[in-house]
């Protein structure tokens, strides 16, 4: 049973940081993609950052390229993500991912990913 669990969500001021984490644990089988979702309310989710587990290439969505940082550590089983010069429209619950992917897949596409984690939330007021 694969298991993701978040933390690291809270309220930050507009050009705050917060770093969210993602534990994985369970894994039959290794994914070779982890990834950063996010959902605001009345919206659809959307694809935030992935990463190659394998190859450690990394991918943004470009609204937030420059600020966020994605990142792994395949010791503890933990994903990263570090998060600059927050705004307001990064209001939303952020969501780990995993999955498994060939390159022809769309990393943002949330049907490609088979196992998700609960959410944090995270909230950059103005």
């Known amino acids: 049973q694969v298991q993701l669990v978040e933390s690291g969500g809270g309220s930050v001021q507009a050009g705050g940081s917060l770093r969210l984490s993602c534990a994985a644990s369970?894994?039959?089988?290794?994914?070779?993609?982890m990834a950063w979702f996010r959902q605001a309310p009345r919206k659809e989710r959307e694809g935030v950052a992935a990463?190659?587990?394998?190859?450690?290439?990394?991918s943004y969505a470009d609204s937030v390229k420059g600020r966020f940082t994605i990142s792994q550590d395949n010791a503890k089983n933990t994903l990263y993500l570090q998060m600059n010069s927050l705004n307001p429209e990064d209001t939303a619950m952020y969501y780990c991912?995993?999955?498994?992917?060939?390159?022809?897949?769309?990393?943002?596409?949330?049907?490609?990913?088979?196992?998700w984690g609960q959410g944090t939330q995270v909230t950059v007021s103005s």
């Open positions: 991912a995993a999955g498994t992917l060939n390159v022809l897949n769309d990393v943002f596409q949330p049907s490609q990913y088979n196992y």
């Open positions: 369970g894994y039959p089988v290794r994914r070779n993609y």
């Open positions: 990463i190659s587990t394998v190859s450690g290439r990394t």
